[in-house]
């Protein structure tokens, strides 16, 4: 399984990004998927997730500013981020669990200027 993110960037405070996050040997669809991510000097966050029925679930700093969502086909799941604010900076990464096994996309950079 390997998953593969992109879309982060450099943009204004109140701006919009959408990250995405491309899936091989495994399906959102069938297990779902997370977007974590990781500022310096902090711990890795839970932001969104995305159960395999649709039901979405967010952390409260991004409720009604992030949508996760997925493709038909189970093989990406997206993050648009609209309200972008500076404290949104971090490396954003999408994670897939499969049981016991959990696999990391590598990060995708967004920074969010004043």
């Known amino acids: 399984v390997q998953l593969q993110a992109s879309g982060g960037g450099l943009v204004q405070a109140g701006g919009s990004l959408k990250l995405s996050c491309a899936i091989s040997?495994?399906?959102?669809?069938?297990?779902?998927a997370t977007w974590y991510r990781q500022a310096p000097g902090s711990l890795r966050e839970w932001v969104a997730g995305?159960?395999?029925?649709?039901?979405?679930n967010y952390v409260d700093s991004v409720k009604g500013r992030f949508a996760i969502s997925r493709d038909n086909a189970g093989n990406t799941v997206y993050l648009q981020m609209n309200r972008l604010k500076p404290e949104d900076s971090a490396v954003y990464y999408c994670k897939h669990q499969r049981g016991a096994r959990v696999y990391w996309g590598q990060g995708t950079q967004v920074t969010v200027s004043s």
């Open positions: 995305l159960t395999v029925g649709g039901a979405t």
């Open positions: 040997g495994s399906s959102f669809s069938r297990f779902g």
